[in-house]
């Protein structure tokens, strides 16, 4: 079994950046996707953004550009890099984690709130 621990997260005004960090420890067994995804209040669960164990990376159209996530196998962390951060980012992030030959995460950690507002 896997612990995801993220932290990170708070308020930061629009424009503004924030880093999010993920810690894994447990059964890391077979682990090859690492991932974010957000849940705002009253909207759905959006995948943000994944990284795969040889570095390639997937972002969701409303964070392109914006966003980039990292990761270091060595220490099993992940980190999601947030700049030009804007209202409509405010949410509960949650970071996960996918196995051989799942194409998404599977097992998510208890989540970071951001919240964007001036």
């Known amino acids: 079994h896997v612990q995801l621990v993220e932290s990170g997260g708070g308020l930061v005004q629009p424009g503004g950046s924030l880093r999010l960090s993920c810690a894994a420890s447990?059964?890391?067994?077979?682990?090859?996707?690492m991932g974010w995804s957000r849940q705002g209040l009253g909207k759905e669960r959006e995948l943000v953004a994944m990284?795969?164990?040889?570095?390639?990376?997937t972002f969701a159209d409303s964070v392109k550009g914006r966003f980039t996530i990292s990761r270091d196998n060595g220490k099993n962390t992940a980190f999601l890099q947030m700049n030009s951060l804007k209202p409509e980012d405010t949410a509960v992030y949650y970071c996960?984690?996918?196995?051989?030959?799942?194409?998404?995460?599977?097992?998510w950690g208890q989540g970071t709130q951001v919240i964007v507002s001036s």
């Open positions: 996960g984690v996918g196995y051989y030959k799942d194409s998404r995460p599977v097992d």
């Open positions: 990284i795969s164990l040889d570095g390639t990376t």
């Open positions: 447990g059964s890391l067994f077979g682990i090859h996707l």
